[in-house]
């Protein structure tokens, strides 16, 4: 009887260890299957497998830190959803958990940042509305990546670049030409073919005249003429044009300035002055009677036409001097002028002006000019508007007393032009005075009103090889 007492005892003792080892068993099995499970899901969450890795954790309930990481899994897919706000709420919420912490600080910064890049966005767009295309240059150029930050960049400084170049007046040979602000012309002087189209004209933001052409640049970059009927008139179709930042016109001739830096003419070359196919880089032009005159971005001036050559080789006997030129304007050669040649200045970025050609008249003495902001050469003369409005002309006093005179009582002046024999200023006041030849009612500039100056738009020119 005791020995079955005993058997019976051993048995229980063996189920019950059996039990026990089982049960150990099946706990180290769950162990081993929750810990797999466990690592599987960091393993997917570090290979960006996010919405895999929760419902794994979520399959071994409360296991270690499982709870915790499905928060930081949802923080991260959130954050890859661009959802950052939430995102960053999550990871603070598990701080000091993994990488929390830093995650959440860079969502942050990235959502300071974000706000920032959104309102200079806002900015930029706001003063690409108002027209201020420069100052929406400055803004874009920190944001080029953000929404169509990129394509409104580049329309933004091809549009500054235009208006850069803009001349809201300009002096000719027998005609003068203003650009109001309403972007419309006013015109004084010798009647052109197609006069009643030129008071049709918007849009317009630049003017260039000279004997037989008047051109106006309109602000998409396309160009409108209107010229005399000769005989020996040469055919000039700008319909096409477009792209147009900047134009110049001589005798007989066109030439406008792409944005890209390149240029187009159309007209008479008799002396080449319209060969310019292989300029490249300009960022300003002029013309004088028959030559033309291109800077480019690093401040070399380039001439194609009339005594070219003689030019350039004067320019290199002086490239001393010729350093850092900022700005070109050219004139002389004209026709009606009994010498028949020409000359070029330069500004340079301290203020002081160079010039080469022909100083018959004296046009080429502009040595001690200083502070000068803008230059114009016109047939016989130079003038230069100085940093306090006023302006100075090689004009000599003694053979043109009255004309000295009137220049020198100038004040309050934005713009310039030089023209054949005469010059015309423009006020910040949007009215214009004039001096000089009047045979042909040029200078009838008293009652232009509301003329665009110049000052709303002296801006830099945006080069874009870098762009």
């Known amino acids: 009887m005791e020995v079955m007492k005993r058997h019976r005892w051993t048995v229980v003792l063996i189920a019950i260890g059996l039990f026990f080892l089982i049960f150990i068993g099946s706990a180290l099995t769950t162990r081993f299957q929750k810990d797999k499970t466990y690592s599987k899901a960091i393993e997917l969450i570090e290979d960006g497998d996010y919405e895999t890795a929760i419902e794994q954790l979520k399959t071994i309930g409360l296991y270690q830190d499982a709870k915790r990481y499905i928060a930081y899994a949802q923080a991260l897919q959130l954050e890859s959803e661009g959802k950052y706000k939430e995102a960053a709420d999550i990871f603070r919420s598990l701080e000091g958990f993994v990488d929390s912490t830093n995650r959440a600080e860079s969502i942050e910064a990235r959502l300071k940042q974000e706000e920032q890049t959104e309102r200079i966005y806002e900015q930029a767009t706001e003063a690409y509305s108002d027209g201020d295309y420069f100052k929406a240059y400055q803004l874009l150029a920190e944001i080029n990546e953000y929404k169509n930050s990129a394509a409104l960049l580049k329309d933004s400084i091809v549009k500054a670049n235009r208006l850069s170049r803009s001349h809201t007046i300009s002096a000719g040979i027998q005609c003068s030409a203003g650009v109001t602000d309403r972007g419309t012309v006013l015109f004084s002087g010798r009647n052109?073919?197609?006069?009643?189209?030129?008071?049709?004209?918007?849009?317009?933001?630049?003017?260039?005249?000279?004997?037989?052409?008047?051109?106006?640049?309109?602000?998409?970059?396309?160009?409108?003429?209107?010229?005399?009927?000769?005989?020996?008139?040469?055919?000039?179709?700008?319909?096409?044009?477009?792209?147009?930042?900047?134009?110049?016109?001589?005798?007989?001739?066109?030439?406008?300035?792409?944005?890209?830096?390149?240029?187009?003419?159309?007209?008479?070359?008799?002396?080449?002055?319209?060969?310019?196919?292989?300029?490249?880089?300009?960022?300003?032009?002029?013309?004088?009677?028959?030559?033309?005159?291109?800077?480019?971005?690093?401040?070399?001036?380039?001439?194609?036409?009339?005594?070219?050559?003689?030019?350039?080789?004067?320019?290199?006997?002086?490239?001393?001097?010729?350093?850092?030129?900022?700005?070109?304007?050219?004139?002389?050669?004209?026709?009606?002028?009994?010498?028949?040649?020409?000359?070029?200045?330069?500004?340079?970025?301290?203020?002081?002006?160079?010039?080469?050609?022909?100083?018959?008249?004296?046009?080429?003495?502009?040595?001690?000019?200083?502070?000068?902001?803008?230059?114009?050469?016109?047939?016989?003369?130079?003038?230069?508007?100085?940093?306090?409005?006023?302006?100075?002309?090689?004009?000599?006093?003694?053979?043109?007393?009255?004309?000295?005179?009137?220049?020198?009582?100038?004040?309050?002046?934005?713009?310039?032009?030089?023209?054949?024999?005469?010059?015309?200023?423009?006020?910040?006041?949007?009215?214009?005075?004039?001096?000089?030849?009047?045979?042909?009612?040029?200078?009838?500039?008293?009652?232009?009103?509301?003329?665009l100056t110049r000052g709303e738009w002296q801006i830099p020119f945006i080069t874009t090889k870098s762009e």
Request: net charge negative; with cysteine.
């Open 192 to 451: 052109f073919i197609g006069e009643s189209e030129i008071q049709k004209w918007s849009d317009i933001v630049s003017v260039s005249a000279s004997n037989e052409i008047l051109a106006g640049l309109r602000g998409d970059g396309s160009v409108v003429i209107a010229k005399r009927k000769l005989h020996y008139s040469y055919r000039i179709d700008v319909s096409e044009w477009n792209d147009i930042i900047d134009v110049a016109v001589g005798e007989q001739y066109i030439v406008g300035l792409r944005a890209d830096g390149t240029l187009t003419a159309q007209g008479i070359d008799g002396y080449g002055e319209t060969d310019i196919d292989e300029w490249t880089d300009i960022v300003q032009i002029d013309t004088g009677w028959q030559h033309t005159v291109g800077l480019d971005s690093t401040g070399v001036v380039h001439i194609a036409g009339f005594r070219a050559e003689e030019l350039l080789n004067e320019i290199a006997d002086k490239q001393d001097e010729w350093t850092n030129v900022v700005s070109i304007s050219t004139g002389g050669s004209s026709g009606r002028s009994t010498l028949g040649k020409g000359h070029i200045v330069g500004l340079r970025s301290d203020g002081t002006v160079v010039a080469v050609g022909d100083n018959s008249f004296g046009q080429c003495n502009v040595e001690e000019w200083r502070d000068i902001i803008a230059i114009s050469a016109g047939d016989y003369h130079t003038v230069g508007l100085k940093s306090d409005g006023t302006v100075v002309t090689t004009q000599s006093e003694s053979e043109l007393p009255k004309t000295c005179e009137i220049i020198r009582d100038w004040v309050d002046v934005t713009a310039i032009s030089a023209g054949y024999g005469y010059t015309l200023a423009l006020k910040s006041d949007g009215t214009v005075q004039a001096a000089g030849f009047d045979q042909d009612g040029q200078s009838d500039v008293t009652d232009w009103t509301k003329v």
